[in-house]
């Protein structure tokens, strides 16, 4: 069984990669999906392999909770307005970031 630590890096790898994937082969708003992955790759180095960082870890949670929620809900504001739910990989990133919310609110400072 993973540790908690390790589900939520590996969701967070995850979650980046997806966003990674979707800047390769989406032009117009490559900025975008590019600093999302950039950012979760931020956020899991902050909470977990940052050591000048310890002391503001729960702070550093939370940041993480607000930005997989505002993750989560601008990928709902943009399929609803496109049309596009970029089926399948969209979806299941979406439960992988429900799943790390999860994690991160389980896992108490």
């Known amino acids: 069984m993973f540790s908690r630590m390790n589900q939520i890096i590996a969701l ?9 994937s979707r800047a390769a082969a989406d032009p117009e ?13 931020a956020l899991v180095w902050a ?15 939370k940041i993480y909770l607000g930005y997989t929620t505002v993750t989560i809900l601008f990928y709902g504001i943009w399929a609803a307005m496109s049309g596009d739910w970029t089926l399948p990989l969209g979806p299941i990133d979406k439960i992988a970031e429900i799943i790390l919310l999860f994690q991160l609110w389980k896992d108490k400072v």
Do not use: E, K
């Open 29 to 41: 708003i490559r900025i975008l999906f590019l600093l999302n992955g950039l950012g979760y790759f």
């Open 47 to 61: 909470y977990f392999f940052a050591p000048q960082l310890a002391s503001r870890r729960s702070l550093i949670r």
């Open 12 to 20: 967070t790898a995850f979650t980046a990669g997806v966003h990674f």
